[in-house]
Structure formats: structure tokens, C-alpha cells
């Protein structure tokens, strides 16, 4: 915990209505005894260009992020937008919620793992895009690859998300760290539900300096690792170039977890 950092914690409702607030030095807690309802947010505010620990309820793990304009907002999901979450999270009468400013990472850590990203635009990284999400289903956004589940022998609802390129052979999809980091290994985690799931069998990583580097895969739900051949300062990764083996009847190669791993600059 960072201490001399102020930090404010909100529940607000679709039209905002404050629900429910707490402040602290650098520490917050909340708890909120009432029933969240479609369209409420979570509002998280501190220092901008800031690092915090952030969990928006027991179910989900925390999340570690870099703030960028010391601003964290997360719509208390409801629907289809529910389904890549426990389906228990965010019910009951009763919440608690938890954030805390970090100091910056001094060591080697996963960069791109954030259990809250969210679909759409963000200022909070990591974040995650792609050019296509299959069908446009919540089941299959690109958020999911970096929610820190590594099951990868199915599909579908929580725990089995995952990121599907659509059928579109000029797919991609792309992680954003929101500044400079050093980059020395990208893990990869397909999604192994054969045979229902195909793979891709090569692959293109791209990194913000203009590296490009050829991977090759295999047919297995294990983690996949690229050393770098040097640690490289990026302030994003792409995967494209995404070829899946064409002797394979399915169409559905897909991607359950990446990860990009190394130290702040």
C-alpha cells in the first residue's frame, strides 16, 4: 500500500444517484448492504498515472492496474454482459469492495493480467481489443484473455471464456499497457475444447517498436511459451496473422488466456 495517496470508492446508480461512497489515505473499503440494479457503476478515483489493487466483489480476483487518469469506472454487469463472470458475483444484499494504491512494480511480473477489463474504450490497463469478437457475444470478447482463467478445455459461460477470431482470416486482437514496458515473454493459452476447436498453427507478434516476430503453436491447451529474444520496450502486443490448420473440419480456433510478461520500464 502506497500511504499520502487519496483514494475514493463509489457506488453510483444508472442516473447518479450516489449509493454508497468511502475515502481513505491510500486504503479504501466499502461495504454496501443493498441489491445492485442494471446501469449502477463502481467508481474508483486516486492519482492519475497510478498503480492500484482493485476488487470489485468476493467472487473476483483482485485486479492489479495502472491508472492512467487516476480514474476507474466498471458497470456492475447484468444480462449477457453477466456471463463471463460467476454468476453468483454481484447478488445478495450485502457487498464489499477494496482498493489500494501501489507502489510502482519493482520486479519481473505478468503485465497484461486484468480480471476487470471492460468491453469498449478504457483509460485502466492492462486493456485488451480485437478487430472482430465472434458474433459480438460477451462469451467471447477479448477481455477474456486476460481475466487470469487458464481452464481451457471447453467453451462458453464462466470459467470457459475465451476470444474467437469470427471466421475472419484478418483477424487480430491487441493488449495495451497504457505506457512503456519491457516485454521478455508472451505466453500463450489456447482454448482446447477438441473436437470442437480447431488451432492456429502460426501466428505474428507484433510489438509498438515495430518488432515482428513468427511463432509457431501446437494442438494444446498448455502454456505456450516465446522467449524474446531481448526484452523490448512496447506500449502494446498484437496477434495476427492467425492461420489454423486447414486439415481440421472445425472452424472454431479460439483463445482462452495470453500473457505478456516482464517488468516496468
Given at each position: 500500500?502506497?500511504?499520502?495517496?487519496?483514494?475514493?470508492?463509489?457506488?453510483?446508480?444508472?442516473?447518479?444517484?450516489?449509493?454508497?461512497?468511502?475515502q481513505g489515505?491510500?486504503?479504501?473499503?466499502?461495504?454496501?448492504?443493498?441489491?445492485?440494479?442494471?446501469?449502477?457503476?463502481?467508481?474508483?478515483?486516486?492519482?492519475?498515472?497510478?498503480?492500484?489493487?482493485?476488487?470489485?466483489?468476493?467472487?473476483?480476483?483482485?485486479?492489479?492496474?495502472?491508472?492512467?487518469?487516476?480514474?476507474?469506472?466498471?458497470?456492475?454487469?447484468?444480462?449477457?454482459?453477466?456471463?463471463?463472470?460467476?454468476?453468483?458475483?454481484?447478488?445478495?444484499?450485502?457487498?464489499?469492495?477494496?482498493?489500494?494504491?501501489?507502489?510502482?512494480?519493482?520486479?519481473?511480473?505478468?503485465?497484461?493480467?486484468?480480471?476487470?477489463?471492460?468491453?469498449?474504450?478504457?483509460?485502466?490497463?492492462?486493456?485488451?481489443?480485437?478487430?472482430?469478437?465472434?458474433?459480438?457475444?460477451?462469451?467471447?470478447?477479448?477481455?477474456?484473455?486476460?481475466?487470469?482463467?487458464?481452464?481451457?478445455?471447453?467453451?462458453?459461460?464462466?470459467?470457459?471464456?475465451?476470444?474467437?477470431?469470427?471466421?475472419?482470416?484478418?483477424?487480430?486482437?491487441?493488449?495495451?499497457?497504457?505506457?512503456?514496458?519491457?516485454?521478455?515473454?508472451?505466453?500463450?493459452?489456447?482454448?482446447?475444447?477438441?473436437?470442437?476447436?480447431?488451432?492456429?498453427?502460426?501466428?505474428?507478434?507484433?510489438?509498438?517498436?515495430?518488432?515482428?516476430?513468427?511463432?509457431?503453436?501446437?494442438?494444446t491447451?498448455?502454456?505456450?511459451?516465446i522467449?524474446?529474444p531481448?526484452?523490448?520496450?512496447?506500449?502494446?502486443?498484437?496477434?495476427?496473422?492467425?492461420?489454423?490448420?486447414?486439415?481440421?473440419?472445425?472452424?472454431?480456433?479460439?483463445?482462452?488466456?495470453?500473457?505478456?510478461?516482464?517488468?516496468?520500464?
Open positions: 500500500m502506497k500511504k499520502g495517496t487519496a483514494l475514493e470508492l463509489k457506488i453510483l446508480s444508472a442516473d447518479g444517484t450516489l449509493r454508497h461512497q468511502a489515505d491510500g486504503h479504501c473499503e466499502l461495504v454496501w448492504y443493498g441489491s445492485y440494479e442494471p446501469g449502477d457503476r463502481i467508481l474508483i478515483s486516486s492519482a492519475p498515472d497510478s498503480f492500484a489493487r482493485i476488487q470489485v466483489d468476493m467472487l473476483i480476483q483482485q485486479a492489479f492496474v495502472y491508472l492512467q487518469d487516476g480514474t476507474f469506472c466498471f458497470e456492475v454487469p447484468f444480462g449477457n454482459a453477466k456471463e463471463p463472470y460467476p454468476q453468483e458475483a454481484f447478488t445478495g444484499p450485502i457487498h464489499q469492495l477494496t482498493a489500494e494504491v501501489m507502489d510502482t512494480p519493482a520486479g519481473r511480473y505478468i503485465l497484461s493480467e486484468n480480471p476487470l477489463d471492460i468491453r469498449g474504450e478504457s483509460h485502466v490497463f492492462p486493456h485488451c481489443t480485437a478487430s472482430v469478437e465472434t458474433r459480438g457475444e460477451s462469451v467471447f470478447a477479448a477481455r477474456n484473455t486476460i481475466d487470469g482463467l487458464l481452464i481451457t478445455p471447453g467453451h462458453g459461460f464462466w470459467p470457459y471464456t475465451s476470444w474467437g477470431e469470427g471466421e475472419d482470416a484478418g483477424a487480430h486482437i491487441d493488449i495495451f499497457f497504457g505506457r512503456k514496458v519491457l516485454a521478455d515473454e508472451v505466453q500463450i493459452f489456447l482454448r482446447s475444447d477438441f473436437p470442437h476447436d480447431n488451432y492456429w498453427q502460426k501466428a505474428l507478434l507484433t510489438f509498438s517498436d515495430g518488432t515482428a516476430l513468427p511463432i509457431t503453436l501446437e494442438k491447451g498448455l502454456c505456450q511459451s522467449i524474446l531481448e526484452p523490448l520496450e512496447t506500449e502494446w502486443v498484437r496477434l495476427s496473422e492467425l492461420k489454423k490448420d486447414l486439415s481440421d473440419p472445425s472452424p472454431f480456433p479460439a483463445l482462452t488466456q495470453w500473457r505478456v510478461i516482464g517488468r516496468e520500464c
